[in-house]
């Protein structure tokens, strides 16, 4: 038996309108025993008044029959003053008549278990409520209204038949059809392959907009990390002085550059000390570039390529900057550097440079289609990739074609985690866990 379940959907806090939502098989049993009507998507005012009759709150009253409804189940919300104390009346007033307190996103769930959304627009409701910038919210709208999801279910059909033919023969080989050497198999794969390619792309650059960057600052004491965090931030974030060494900690800010959310991370100068402190703060600049998306290392055009080459090979431990920058240009030119840019955190020159080249080199200009996505789905289509990889093997090398099969079935099965047509139950239960309250 499916329960009956409430939740207050508006924001914490004080607004001007609040809503209490109430969704399942009991939604018109407790309608009735509090005296609202259940008149199809019709809005009527109404008081909700609490077990004494003593009234609660004046509002209006929506009831969306079942399967009409956000969820698929006969649905009711109270549209109520928004304030937390009127509204969790409200909401007690559903549980005492027989509803009980909704989990986190435990109405999209619904909608998705409903067949209303497939998981991938599930997820698209949660990242639109999320989105930091109009771009992701723009992209979120497109895997909403189902533009994700159709295309991996295009990519799902089309291995789908590849499956079929391959199984078919297979299973009569009496047919004498050469099958694996037709030609066929290999030229259906090969657009398999391509159409998988494209997709990553277009799920690679709406991932980015939806889970953003991380770019980590590191370079010599002095070479405008901080700077550079301020300008690129347009606040006083960080101190900047210049003695060499100012910065210990790592100092983190969200901004959101061209509409991607990005984290930008400002460090320690990385140096030789024998100071305790420093020397912890150059510790925690060399881990945080271990899991950054981007490094760029601050240079200065004043030293020569030999130093700038050393500092290098010898101050990151081995780890490889994606980008040099040279800072402080409007005082001296850059000079010749592979992998360089120049800007002035001074005066801002550049900086405009420095964004095109971030968006770049994330992906997240690739592809003509604009939804957005998560790293789950990249995962999912990275290991539909290795399926497909292993299928091009049995077929090219092996001409194994139980194998062949066997491996056009991983990847049909990876791109249905995408859109839950395969989707483990725990898997579900934390991706929906995720959502808010309400939702
Ligand atoms: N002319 C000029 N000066 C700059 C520029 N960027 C930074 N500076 C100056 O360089 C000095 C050091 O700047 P910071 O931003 O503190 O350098 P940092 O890399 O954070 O230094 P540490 O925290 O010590 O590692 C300050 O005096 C800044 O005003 C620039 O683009 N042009
Ligand atoms: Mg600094």
């Known amino acids: 038996m499916v329960d009956t379940i409430a939740a207050i959907a508006t924001a914490p806090g004080m ?8 969704a399942g098989p009991d939604t018109e049993a407790i309608a009735s025993a509090l005296g609202l009507p259940c008149q199809p998507r019709l809005a009527k005012l109404c008081t909700i ?17 079942a399967p009409h409804s956000y969820t698929g189940d006969s649905t009711l919300e109270f549209h109520g003053h928004g304030g937390p104390v009127v509204l969790d009346q409200v909401l007690n007033r559903f549980i005492q008549c027989g509803a009980r307190i909704a989990r986190p996103g435990e109405f999209s769930e619904r ?34 209204q189902g533009e994700f999801s159709h295309a991996v279910n295009a990519l799902h059909d089309e291995i789908v038949r590849l499956r079929v033919y391959v199984e078919a023969a297979i299973d009569f080989p009496e047919e004498e059809i050469d099958f694996l050497a037709d030609g066929q198999v290999s030229q259906q794969l090969h657009t398999i392959e391509h159409d998988l390619e494209h997709l990553r792309q277009n799920a690679r ?35 900047v002085t210049d003695q060499a060494g100012t ?17 930008i991370l400002d460090t320690a100068g990385l140096r030789e ?26 240079a200065d055009p004043t030293e020569s390529s030999d130093q700038l080459n050393r500092d290098l090979s010898e101050l990151l431990d081995g780890q490889v900057p994606d980008l040099v920058l040279f800072n402080k ?15 002035s955190a001074k005066t801002g020159a550049g900086l405009d440079e420095l964004i095109q080249y971030i968006v770049h080199t994330t992906g997240a200009d690739q592809g003509e289609a604009k939804f957005l996505a998560r790293t789950r789905h990249l995962d999912a289509l990275a290991q539909c990739q290795v399926a497909l990889d292993q299928a ?17 079935r991983y990847a049909h099965e990876h791109l249905g985690d995408i859109t839950g047509r395969m989707t483990a139950d725990d898997l579900l239960g934390e991706i929906f866990s995720s959502f808010c309250i309400g939702k």
Do not use: H, W
Not at 15 to 22: C, E, I
Not at 51 to 63: F, M, Q
């Open 15 to 22: 607004g001007a309108v609040g809503v209490v939502k109430l």
């Open 49 to 65: 008044k609490d077990i004494e009759s003593n009234p609660i709150d004046t509002g209006l009253v929506l009831y969306f029959p």
């Open 111 to 144: 909608a998705f278990l409903n067949d209303k959304l497939d998981l991938a627009q599930a997820e698209a409701v949660a990242d639109l409520i999320s989105a930091s910038s109009a771009q992701a919210a723009q992209r979120a709208m497109q895997s909403l």
């Open 205 to 239: 650059a709406g991932q980015r907009y939806n889970e953003g960057i991380q770019i980590v600052l590191v370079g010599k004491p002095n070479a405008g990390k901080s700077s550079l965090l301020n300008a690129l931030s347009g606040q006083n974030i960080a101190i």
């Open 247 to 263: 910065t210990r900690d790592v100092l983190k800010e969200r901004i959101v550059l061209d509409g991607i959310p990005c984290e």
């Open 273 to 298: 000390t024998l100071d305790p402190i420093e020397a912890e703060g150059v510790k925690r600049a060399k881990k945080a570039m271990q899991t950054a998306d981007l490094i760029l290392f601050l």
């Open 329 to 343: 240009t409007d005082l001296c030119p850059a000079f010749e550097f592979p992998n360089s840019l120049s800007i």
């Open 392 to 408: 091009r093997i049995q077929l090219d090398t092996a001409s194994a074609g139980e194998l062949l099969a066997e491996d056009l």
